[in-house]
T-cell receptor, first 114, second 109 residues
Framework: DGGITQSPKYLFRKEGQNVTLSCEQN?????MYWYRQDPGQGLRLIYY???????QKGDIAEGYSVSREKKESFPLTVTSAQKNPTAFYLC?????????????FGPGTRLTVT | EDKVVQSPLSLVVHEGDTVTLNCSYE??????LLWYKQEKKAPTFLFML????IEKKSGRLSSILDKKELFSILNITATQTGDSAIYLC?????????FGAGTRLTVKP
């Protein structure tokens, strides 16, 4: 089945620890994205990558880092510098066609930091 | 600063009612507007709107875009309990999307 997988579904960490969230897609999409969702705030873009070995900061990149060594994978690291890391994290991927643009979302990872 | 504003933030209706959800935007490099439905985890795609005045329909859902007044509406007729969800509006810019905060719709039996 084609799709996007994120793991784990739930993640608990102690404050001060870095944590890496996994995102894999087998849709052959060029672009991948990380969003954060907090209650009442919709989705906010953290980082995105349009091609392998290249990525761009989104609106709230501080305290996060990413890598894009393979087309299929776009892991997100939540560093200890992120002041409020507890949130629901969604990964997405997309293709770009003329007059068409859709993002396909993974199931998400809920991160709780205490 | 680019922004996408959805209203209302939450809405409670009864089965059979018709609802209208609003999305207004101020975005540079606008390319298109998307509507998503989010029930538990991942948002699922509903509509993509690129041109003004052309209504998109899918069953009981329909949506239209006004690029002059910078807004879109999502209509749901004859609502059912299964329509209960968060409805997200997103505007596609050159390289990414800007999401609104969403409208939480609750449909009571």
């Amino acid at each position: 089945d084609g799709g996007i997988t994120q793991s784990p579904k739930y993640l608990f960490r102690k404050e001060g620890q870095n944590v890496t969230l996994s995102c894999e897609q087998n849709l052959n999409h060029d672009a991948m994205y990380w969003y954060r969702q907090d209650p009442g705030q919709g989705l906010r873009l953290i980082y995105y990558s349009q091609i392998v070995n290249d990525f761009q900061k989104g609106d709230i990149a501080e305290g996060y880092s990413v890598s894009r060594e393979k087309k299929e994978s776009f892991p997100l690291t939540v560093t200890s510098a992120q002041k409020n890391p507890t949130a629901f994290y969604l990964c997405a991927s997309s293709i770009w066609r003329v007059n068409a643009y859709e993002q396909y979302f993974g199931p998400g990872t809920r991160l709780t930091v205490t | 600063e680019d922004k996408v504003v959805q209203s209302p933030l939450s809405l409670v209706v009864h089965e059979g009612d018709t609802v209208t959800l609003n999305c207004s935007y101020e975005v540079t490099n606008f390319r298109s507007l998307l509507w998503y439905k989010q029930e538990k985890k991942a948002p699922t795609f509903l509509f993509m709107l690129t041109s003004s005045g052309i209504e998109k329909k899918s069953g009981r859902l329909s949506s239209i875009l006004d690029k002059k007044e910078l807004f879109s509406i999502l209509n749901i007729t004859a609502t059912q309990t299964g329509d209960s969800a968060i409805y997200l509006c997103a505007v596609v810019r050159n390289n990414d999307m800007r999401f609104g905060a969403g409208t939480r719709l609750t449909v009571k039996p």
